[in-house]
């Protein structure tokens, strides 16, 4: 399991949507991964993350979906 403190800077990503207002996975797994390439760990669902607009499925869905990707950086949710 990855310690939170080992990663010294963390990235609150925006959560993408398409036009249609769904979640745009295939974006947020390129932002994902972009931030694991840069070694940073990664915040989901946070203010940045529109966390707020979206219903509890919708977050629990994300979250499933982030954590799914077993990036190897530490993965937050805010």
């Not at 963390?10 to 207002?21: L, R």
């Not at 203010?47 to 869905?61: D, V, Y």
Request: charge should be negative.
């Amino acid at each position: 399991m990855l310690n939170a403190k080992d990663t010294a800077l963390y990235t609150a990503v925006v959560t993408p949507f398409t036009e249609s207002g769904t979640v745009n996975y295939a974006e947020l797994d390129s932002l994902l991964h972009e931030q694991a390439r840069a070694g940073n760990g990664i915040v989901v669902l946070g203010s940045t993350g529109e966390g707020m607009a979206l219903s509890e499925e919708e977050k629990i869905a994300l979250v499933k979906h982030a954590a799914g990707l077993n990036l190897a950086v530490p993965l937050l949710v805010g």
